[in-house]
């Protein structure tokens, strides 16, 4: 396909998904959660599969049934409601977290009012007293659904799927989102 | 006797060790030492049956799977006559790194630095220069990878660097009829969802170990969510209900926590339920069918987990399994691997179910597992300091708790769920290898 171009995607629309991702993104940095929840269609999936290191040519790398998240928007709550606690130990203090959201590129669909937005996504993690910070690097890929007048600013993630270049992850956990 | 080279301030904290565990004393300088680390490397894992795979991870002929044991690197592989075998991931010629990659199918491995061929099953077939450089000499025979000893259980496939072991059937020691509950999900038995989910964690591996010998204590303040949100169907006031069963002097155990008033099996789809009944014993479903935690371990690092999320607060909600092996690395450091074992038989709606369920709790972004390694790498870090060399752990729970003596499954039983009584066995057992003369 080449570098297939993003043509048939005006301006204006490519701007507004820019800039509901960087808005998206700083509700995670700044820890509001319920806020983030409400970027999401109420048929949303969220999902980051398992990297597995395979042999060039291999059929896949990313395994199409292991995951670390294969969530929906009503476990993408669970998960809220429990940080919403003061006893999500994993969160207790909370990380301090920065989401780069760069090199975004956006592409019609066959919806004319979903577009699907890909992007890099580097996430710095901050915990403690600890020195080293977590980084996590993942490609995302974004199904977005044009939100109805007054919903949101302007877009619903309908799919976001994430998948993270390490392997073998250097965090003891992934209690933030990507 | 200890190792040569290990120091006397050890030595003598083991020989302590001996008599403290028995009366519920541990310390806690061996969650995060290099000595004890290089004890544990040369004695206990050199000797012990270390789990590698599951058989539903290479199906096919030709499928592998690169796993260790210690700092081996290790080939598990189903060969071109579907017999299951294992060998060292070195090259014989110079020890180049046969597999590079976790996973894969083959019939043949061909080394990247002079090109040594060997059959999937290890067997050297292909020399360059052969006559040419070693005017046909080499006795191929000779050379082919280095074997590892294997054998299996219920799917598990697990090996020994000791060519001496007792069988594995011995080393597991009856414990099997613990791990039929995770084994034999349904008429067609488990399988893993997909390959496991790996990490790394500033944690020592025996916490994890001792937490999932049946750690009943630590959930309802650990996974606090859970029980105040209603994702856990436990209730602080009956959470110490159950049993804890272990095998003596093979430190492998279980806790098995009731919840008061729930069905058999709850959060099994009915159609599964009905199956448990083909595919366990009568003794296994008297203890089993209770149960809605059932958190084992085979010694010396191999865990599993049975119990329900419920999405819905109050509901059964839904059973999902794990598997998970706790990888040392270095002292208080290890490497996670998470895998979700699914009934073969189950419908593919309720196999995605449980593998969502296991995803919310377990895995390295679970609600559950996130929690325990919070408190696993602080309890690891504390270990390590200097102030605490010398410090005890108390191991006293259950001290004085009767063995039950109609308990329907093997080993020694106690009640209530929540006790020590396992942990000593797991302690004691780790001292035998620790101070065993290799
Ligand atoms: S090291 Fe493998 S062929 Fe030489
Ligand atoms: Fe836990």
């Not at chain 2, 061996?30 to 490397?41: A, H, M, S, T």
């Not at chain 2, 349904?186 to 937490?211: L, Q, R, Y």
């Not at chain 2, 609600?367 to 060399?389: I, L, M, P, Y």
């Amino acid at each position: 396909m080449g570098l297939a171009t993003t043509r048939g995607v005006d301006r204006e629309v490519r701007e507004s998904i820019r800039e509901f991702l960087y808005l998206e993104s700083l509700a995670l940095d700044e820890r509001r959660f319920r806020d983030w929840l409400e970027a999401f269609a109420e048929d949303a999936r969220y999902e980051i599969p398992v990297r597995v290191t395979r042999e060039k040519f291999s059929e896949w790398e990313l395994s199409p049934t292991s995951r670390i998240f294969d969530d929906t928007k009503e476990t993408l709550e669970v998960r809220v409601k429990r940080l919403e606690t003061d006893f999500a130990w994993s969160e207790q203090p909370p990380s301090r977290t920065r989401h780069f959201i760069t090199n975004i590129v956006v592409r019609p669909t066959d919806e004319a009012d979903e577009f699907l937005a890909l992007s890099n996504c580097l996430v710095y993690r901050s915990r403690g007293e600890e020195t080293t910070p977590s980084l996590f690097s993942a490609q995302r890929r974004d199904l977005l659904r044009r939100a109805d007048e007054g919903d949101g600013c302007g877009w619903l993630i309908v799919h976001r799927w994430a998948a993270l270049d390490q392997a073998v992850v250097n965090a003891h956990n992934m209690s933030i989102f990507i | 006797m200890a190792a040569i080279g290990t120091s006397e301030g050890v030595q003598r904290m083991l020989a302590d060790m001996r008599e403290g565990v028995l009366q519920g004393r541990v310390p806690a300088r061996i969650f995060n030492d290099q000595e004890i680390f290089d004890l544990e490397r040369d004695k206990l894992f050199s000797t012990a049956w270390c789990f590698l795979a599951h058989e539903s991870e290479i199906p096919k002929n030709g499928d592998y799977v690169v796993r260790y044991i210690a700092n081996n690197s290790i080939i598990v592989v189903r060969d071109e006559h579907g017999n299951l075998t294992a060998s060292l991931n070195m090259c014989r010629h110079r020890g180049n790194m046969m597999c590079k990659s976790e996973m894969g199918n083959a019939s043949h491995f061909r080394c990247s630095y002079h090109g040594w061929v060997y059959k999937n099953s290890g067997e050297l077939i292909g020399v360059p220069y052969f006559k040419e450089g070693y005017e046909g000499k080499l006795d191929r025979k000779q050379w082919g990878l280095v074997k590892v000893r294997i054998d299996t259980y219920a799917g598990l496939i697990f090996g020994t660097l000791d060519p001496d072991a007792p069988s594995l059937d011995e080393y597991l020691g009856g414990f099997q009829f613990y791990l039929d509950i995770y084994l034999k999900q349904g008429a067609g038995g488990s399988e893993v969802h997909g390959p496991p989910d790996h990490w790394v964690a500033e944690t020592d591996w025996k916490i994890c170990a001792e937490n999932f010998s049946g750690d009943g204590y630590h959930t309802p303040v650990a996974h606090q969510f859970g029980f105040h949100l209603g994702y856990f169907p436990s209730s602080g006031a009956t959470h110490s209900e159950g049993w804890a069963v272990h095998i003596p002097d093979k430190g492998h155990s279980i806790g098995l926590g009731h919840t008061p008033g729930m069905p058999p099996f709850f959060g099994y789809p009915d159609q599964l339920v009905e199956q448990m009944r083909a595919s366990l014993s009568p003794e296994q479903m008297e203890v089993f069918s209770k149960t809605r935690t059932a958190v084992g371990s085979v010694f010396p690092n191999l865990s599993f987990l049975i119990q329900p999320f419920s999405l819905v607060p109050g509901e059964p909600g839904v059973r999902f399994c794990t598997m998970r092996l706790w990888h040392p690395i270095g002292p208080g450091r290890m490497e996670m691997w998470s895998w979700c074992l699914v009934p073969k038989d189950a419908s593919d709606e309720y196999k995605e179910e449980a593998y969502k369920a296991y995803t919310l709790a377990f895995g390295q972004a679970g609600t559950f597992e996130q929690d325990d390694f919070e408190n696993w790498t602080r309890v690891t870090r504390a270990a390590g300091s200097t102030a605490v060399r010398g410090v005890e752990f108390p191991y006293v729970m259950g001290l004085d708790r009767p063995r039950l003596d109609d308990f329907p499954g093997p080993g020694y039983a106690v009640s209530p769920y929540v006790t020590d009584t396992n942990f000593r066995n797991l302690w004691s057992t780790w001292l035998d290898y620790l101070t065993r003369e290799v």
